[in-house]
């Protein structure tokens, strides 16, 4: 019996090897969006999307700027154009405690916003963080200055709070979900909520194609405004 045991051992299979963890990051990644669209006959319109983004990773440090441009126009006339740029920096404290200090610009005259600057600072946190779902909460304070079109301009100190959620439907495709909410400090009915909601499916190893619809709320618009935008747009993503 006794020399029957270590044959019987090497006679069971091995335990299987534990997965091996996903590889860290690119320190450099960045993508470029492009849509158009454009009509002919009875009625004539063109619609131009570009998107751009660069994150940049020197640990433990993440450094991100995007920039996106939205023009509309119909019959020879303007409807829609704006312009957003956002710069951020993030400082890792723990594997899922973030600072972050960040500066939005928003042009956008058929909105009645000639132009906002936000310069902000908190505490980002993944409360999920896997492979397949990622769950990430910030919560912060900052300065907003608006020039408006129409009326006084707004200069006040503001509360800021996200949720930005993402997950793999599949190998291929991934949904986003990026929710954005802003109080003023000073006049408790000026409050804005952003939602962002993108689909984006890969086609090869550089290119994807995106599907996302933007929705921007402004509880206390520009005067002579709507509350309301939104953005829905079919791109086609390049990613370097």
Excluded: C
């Excluded at 963890?21 to 690119?26: A, G, H, I, R």
């Excluded at 320190?27 to 669209?37: M, N, P, T």
């Excluded at 983004?53 to 023009?71: D, N, Q, S």
């Excluded at 439907?169 to 804005?192: I, K, N, P």
């Amino acid at each position: 019996m006794l020399l029957a045991v270590p044959a019987t051992a090497r006679a069971q299979d091995p335990p299987a090897a534990p997965a091996p963890p996903p590889p860290p990051p690119p320190k450099v990644e960045g993508s470029g969006e492009f849509a158009f669209v454009n009509t002919t006959g009875n009625a004539q319109s063109t619609s131009i999307g570009l998107r751009g983004e660069i994150i940049y990773r020197p640990a433990p440090w993440l450094l991100k700027t995007r920039a996106g441009f939205v023009r509309l126009e119909s019959d020879e006339a303007l409807e829609a154009q704006s312009f957003a740029f956002l710069f951020r920096a993030e400082r890792e404290l723990r594997p899922r405690l973030s600072l972050f200090g960040e500066y939005d610009y928003l042009r956008d005259l058929f909105a009645g916003i000639e132009h906002k600057n936000l310069v902000s600072g908190g505490v980002s946190y993944k409360l999920l963080n896997t492979p397949r779902q990622k769950l990430v909460l910030d919560g912060g304070l900052g300065v907003s200055s608006e020039q408006r079109l129409v009326g006084d301009d707004v200069t006040a100190a503001v509360l800021l709070g996200g949720v930005g959620y993402a997950v793999k439907v599949s190998a291929t495709a991934d949904v986003t979900d990026d929710v954005r909410y802003e109080q003023s400090l000073e006049d408790g009915g000026d409050w804005r909520l952003d939602n962002t909601l993108a689909l984006v499916t890969k086609i090869n190893t550089i290119f994807s194609l995106k599907v996302s619809n933007v929705v921007r709320y402004v509880n206390a618009p520009v005067e002579g405004f709507e509350t309301t935008d939104t953005i829905t747009s079919v791109a086609l993503v390049a990613k370097f």
